[in-house]
């Protein structure tokens, strides 16, 4: 793990935070002025950098705000802890608008800061993962024609630089779209710089976008480069721009319309050279009419328009998507990669997911945690997926939970057990349901012909092209036979091998296969 920063002229605090660090397994680097740190940032390279750094506010040869800014130039994401011994609101406020992870104040309780230390050493560790999956990843992935249709558009738009809007639910990836359309076009040596404008609170978005001079407000010790300037020569994406507050509207208008803008509390002109990519899942023809979004504006961003389709309208992605996710998942994790059932497949393609891929990729996370066998199965999904699968499609894909199955053999006559054909295959028109309308009591019971449904469960994994249809079914079948063999008798193993006609090695061996130890 690279080495964490401790910048401080204290030699006292500098000794207290590198023992401490060193008992956690953290190494540490320490500097007793900014000076040195700069120095170090330009001799080392990136894989030499520090994973965190913690500096002190008020230095002998600089201000650790004036570092922070400068590092964050440097490294945008890199987690800064600002500490100091003078704990006032504009030094708070500062280190947040520049970008700190945290402030804190001296003197300090050290194994809370250890903490601090640590909860951003995880959270630069995510970072660095999020930056390798998107280098690694394919770009996008979707195979239902209303995703085709958003890749032709991207390779149509591949030579222009006009103004995009896309469209789409939250969490359906308009950022994936336009990280591509960047990708694609011929600003892709430029930066790509993004900004969720609904995410940052109104009395910064402007000096977030534009920048601000040195003095300009309470807390402003430095001038900052806003977006448009990082952005430029590159593309520059705004995202949730229908929550953009009405009086910055007009100031981005003016830089959409000339290309020029003024840093807060600034009086010459900044000339950028952006591509603007806006993305909104708000309706802005209705915003435009209740007067909370300019219609000029509207139309300046509106020149093309792409529409993300939501998951429920590209629902033969699920299977690939979640397998692609579990992957990614079982890396970063460090584990094997868990295998999702077809059954449990074919239920995640009828749920309708509200927060459309981000919540699928958050559901194959869950699950490569949560899910305690190697292969997902339909019991193993989260509640709110099986809450809303309905009765017919469940019993349909043969996904009865086991209590369920046990109670309908529990409640069948004997009779109706003994009439059925030894090998449990039915000739064509035939077939009579395992439970009678009139169940135990005379009261109605649903049809449930499982031999039939089998028979259409096979014919779906073989259309499908599946390659472990055997393997497939014969777990399904197994597990819910051991299911309710346990079921009858308590949990007693060795009495539920004897009614089920095999030995006691033979149903431990095929718990521990199926997983139905751990479940």
């Given amino acids: 793990m690279k080495p964490i920063w401790i910048v401080d002229d204290d030699q006292s605090i500098r000794f207290v935070l590198e023992k401490a660090l060193l008992r956690e397994n953290l190494p540490t680097r320490s500097f007793t002025h900014p000076q040195e740190v700069l120095k170090a940032l330009n001799d080392s390279p990136e894989s030499e950098g520090p994973q965190i750094l913690v500096s002190d506010i008020r230095m002998p040869g600089g201000s650790g705000l004036d570092l922070l800014a400068q590092v964050k130039e ?23 608008q520049g970008g700190a992870f945290e402030y804190l104040p001296k003197p300090f ?7 601090l230390i640590r909860r951003a050493v995880e959270e630069s560790q995510r970072e ?59 600003r892709a040596g430029g930066p790509f710089v993004a900004i969720n404008t609904a995410a940052i609170p109104k009395d910064l978005l402007e000096s977030e976008l534009f920048g601000h001079e040195r003095g300009a407000f309470t807390g402003a010790q430095a001038m900052r480069r806003g977006r448009f300037e990082q952005a430029d020569g590159g593309t520059l994406f705004l995202d949730e721009i229908g929550d953009m507050p009405f009086e910055l509207q007009t100031r981005l208008l003016r830089v959409l319309s ?48 792409l529409r993300l389709p939501a998951l429920r309208e590209r629902r033969e992605d699920v299977p690939m998507l979640s397998r692609f996710f579990m992957q990614q998942s079982a890396k970063q994790l460090g584990v094997d990669p868990k295998r999702i059932s077809e059954g449990a497949l074919r239920l995640l393609s009828g749920f309708d997911f509200p927060g459309n891929v981000r919540q699928l990729e958050n559901l194959c996370h869950w699950l490569t945690v949560m899910a305690p066998a190697q292969v997902v199965e339909i019991k193993d999904l989260p509640p709110e997926v099986l809450a809303v699968a309905p009765a017919a499609v469940a019993a349909a894909a043969d996904l009865l939970p086991a209590s369920a199955a046990v109670a309908s053999a529990a409640s069948r006559p004997v009779a109706e057990a003994s009439a059925e054909p030894a090998t449990g295959v039915q000739p064509a028109g035939s077939e009579q349901p395992l439970m009678p309308e009139g ?61 089920l006609g095999i030995g006691r090695n033979t149903i431990t061996r095929k718990i521990q296969e199926l997983g139905l130890d751990e479940a």
Avoid at 109 to 115: F, I, M, R, S
Avoid at 260 to 275: D, I, N, Q, W
């Fill in 128 to 186: 660095e993962v999020a930056e390798e999956r998107m280098t690694a990843a394919p770009e996008m992935l979707g195979q239902a024609p209303a995703m085709q249709d958003v890749f032709r558009a991207i390779g149509r738009l591949s030579q222009s630089q006009v103004t995009v809007l896309i469209t789409g639910e939250s969490g359906s990836g308009k950022e994936l779209v336009a990280r591509a359309l960047h990708k694609h076009s011929p």
């Fill in 439 to 499: 169940g135990a009591g005379g009261a109605p019971q649903p049809a449930l012909d499982w031999a039939a449904g089998l028979q259409v469960e096979a014919a779906a994994l073989l259309e499908s092209g599946c390659p472990e249809v055997w393997d497939v079914l014969t777990r399904r079948f197994e597990s819910r036979l051991i299911q309710a063999a346990l079921a009858h008798t308590g949990g007693r193993r060795i009495e539920a091998a004897q009614k």
């Fill in 258 to 305: 000339d290309g020029h803008f003024y840093r807060v509390g600034g009086h010459s002109a900044v000339r950028t050279h952006v591509r603007v990519i806006a993305a909104t899942h708000q309706h802005l023809e209705q915003r435009v009419k209740e007067g909370s979004f300019r219609e000029d504006l509207f139309h300046r961003l509106n020149v093309i328009r």
């Fill in 109 to 115: 309780d050290l194994p809370k800061a250890v903490e």
């Fill in 74 to 96: 440097k490294l945008p994401s890199l987690p800064v802890i600002i500490m100091t011994a003078f704990s006032d609101l504009d030094s708070a406020v500062s280190a947040f």
